[in-house]
């Protein structure tokens, strides 16, 4: 079938969602959630055979890597997002104008929205949960990498809509051509909406060539900085999960920022990263400091594209700064926008730092690692937006929503 067929599919699948009642739409993501647990041989062996074509030392390798674990907390995620509250059809602003028209403000669905993503098959079930509980149909268009884990996941979808009496088009996995991505990016007329997940490539290149609205969800360069009034306990635990908790993740730690006269406390935080052999890419300053405990073969110099690097890996990098104005200025020249900590015990410094780092989520005395819909109470997330139109951060339901007015009238017409 050529993609503009399936394409005109999901759009009409997707006009036919609005007629679904959200009880049903309930019970679909419940039944779903039970569909992957009893599923998990299946789609782990799918995977399987995609990560047998990845090279394990590949950062994305444990991003396309499923487990029974990890499918057990996508079928709670999709339980959570079930027992959300509906977010369409609600009532924004409502006003009754002078001429007897009432006017109200109400949310409805996108209505088709686009979803390019790498090695990451979780997203599959994630945005899908997510686009169909806030009446969206969804296009997929998932990287080679995962395609016989995608294939699996969304034929289990599609049987479940089909149980459920709601058309199998709601939902269009994709080939992963390099083609098809460059149709569905023209796709006007069908896809409302396209949300890239992935490498700050995959996201320069969508925003580049896409004819249709874009919301990037950028690549998480992530700081931490210990600022001179900083507790070394907690900087100790803070620093180590941010950065070893899953290291191929956007949340993850990629630079540690310290203030020059804490640098005494480098050894010990150097000493818990050994323990999951993280490489550090140490500025002059730091050098001295980490060597005492670091072995050689773990501790390289940093050059300048150590910084405002995300390594998605074991790996970090170490700068030293004279002054907490200095922390922001390296902070906000590398950030990618995504996750920003500071820990400190100095309230007034945690304002300030709140109120002048520019990213979606910023942390005090707490890892970078929270950074998820989740997480953050949202059920799951559809991706992490850098951006400030329209949605930033973690986007769940509310972000999927768009709104309409409705007026009813009794005969009212406007003068000339």
Known sequence: MKIEQQLQKTLEASQKLNL???DQIVAFLKELAAQARSNTDLILDENKKDLERMDPEDPKYDRLKLTKERIEGIASDIESVAGLENPVGKVLKETLRPNGLQIQKITVPFG?????????PNVTFDVFALCLKSGN???????SDAIYSNTAIVSIIQQVLKQFNIDENTVTLLPAGREETNEMLRARAYIDLIIPRGSQGLINFVRDNATIPVIETGAGICHTYFD???DAEKGTEIIFNAKTRRPSVCNALDCLVIHSSRLN???KFAK???EENVVIYADERSMPEISKVYPEDLLIEATEESFGTEFLSLKMSVKTVDSFEEA???INTHSSKHSEAIITEDNARIEIF?????ASSVYSNASTAFTDGAQFGLGAEIGISTQKLHARGPMALEELTSYKWIIEGNGQTRPK
């Open 20 to 22: 679904v009642e959200h």
């Open 112 to 120: 088709v929205i686009g979803i390019i993503y790498e090695a990451r």
């Open 137 to 143: 149909a969804c296009v997929l268009k998932g990287g």
């Open 228 to 230: 001179e009034f900083g």
């Open 265 to 267: 406390e480098l050894p």
């Open 272 to 274: 818990k990263l050994l």
């Open 328 to 330: 922001i200025k390296q």
């Open 354 to 358: 709140r109120k002048v780092i520019d």
